[in-house]
């Protein structure tokens, strides 16, 4: 599953979460079978909750406690056990870990030409120098822009695009050898070490670890 904001792009792994504060405008588009289940808070409980989007780990007592509050009638009973399962999720969401699966999206006009054409083509291996004329800007200014807007160096912010549209295309069922000529890699050797070095596992094996579905929360 991956959320869009005018801010970032989130993509949602297996056994992870999307928090979402209210009245973000956002799009969520999902690749393969995916069962999404969604809490709504209203704004009383978000006292020390996160105001910006982010993918978290869920554990395994707040993943139960979303099923039994999704089940729950609307609106529950006050002053019962129902308002007490709520109680201990919203104590569980404020300690939820924040998951490195975020891609900024820069506001500077010079920075968007370069992004939204690697948007389009993650596999473009130009470098700086060569996107210079593209975003009319030099190849140190570009850089200076990658750091200041997205908190990352070029080369890192393409890699995270990578490995978020992987995701995606596996996700969809697409092969790796597919996925790695798609996205640029000179060989499917090559893309699997770079997936495992930054998400800990094979490519092949990276959905059958983590199960097939996503669940938001």
Same mark, same amino acid.
């Given at each position: 599953m991956t959320v869009? &904001? +005018?801010?970032?792009? !989130?993509? %949602?792994?297996?056994?992870?979460? %999307? !928090?979402?504060?209210?009245?973000?405008? $956002?799009?969520?588009?999902?690749?393969?079978?995916? %069962?999404?289940? &969604?809490?709504? @808070? *209203? =704004?009383?409980? @978000? $006292? +020390? @909750?996160? @105001? =910006?989007?982010? %993918?978290?780990?869920i554990s395994p007592l707040l993943e139960q406690l979303i099923r039994r509050i999704v089940a729950m009638p609307r609106p529950y009973p006050k002053g019962g056990a129902e308002e007490r399962l709520v109680g201990v999720a919203l104590d569980e969401i404020r300690t939820m870990e924040v998951a490195a699966f975020h891609l900024p999206r820069p506001s500077d006009p010079r920075l968007r030409r370069v992004t939204e054409a690697l948007f389009e083509n993650p596999a473009d291996e130009r470098g700086l120098g060569e996107w210079a004329a593209l975003a009319a800007a030099s190849p140190r200014t570009l850089a200076r822009l990658f750091q200041r807007e997205t908190g990352m160096s070029f080369g890192t912010w393409r890699r995270q695009l990578r490995l978020q549209r992987a995701l995606e295309c596996l996700a969809g069922g697409e092969s790796v050898t597919a996925i790695a000529l798609a996205l640029g890699? =000179?060989? &499917?050797?090559? #893309?699997? *070490?770079? #997936?495992?070095? $930054?998400?800990?596992?094979?490519? +092949?094996?990276? #959905?059958? =670890?983590?199960?097939?579905? *996503?669940?938001p929360g």
């Open positions: 869009t &904001t +005018g801010e970032g792009i !989130w993509v %949602v792994p297996p056994q992870r979460a %999307v !928090w979402v504060p209210g009245k973000i405008r $956002h799009e969520i588009r999902m690749s393969g079978r995916v %069962v999404m289940e &969604t809490l709504y @808070l *209203s =704004d009383r409980a @978000l $006292h +020390g @909750l996160p @105001l =910006d989007c982010r %993918v978290v780990a890699y =000179d060989s &499917t050797s090559a #893309f699997i *070490s770079m #997936f495992r070095r $930054h998400l800990g596992r094979t490519p +092949g094996s990276y #959905f059958e =670890d983590e199960g097939r579905d *996503s669940r």
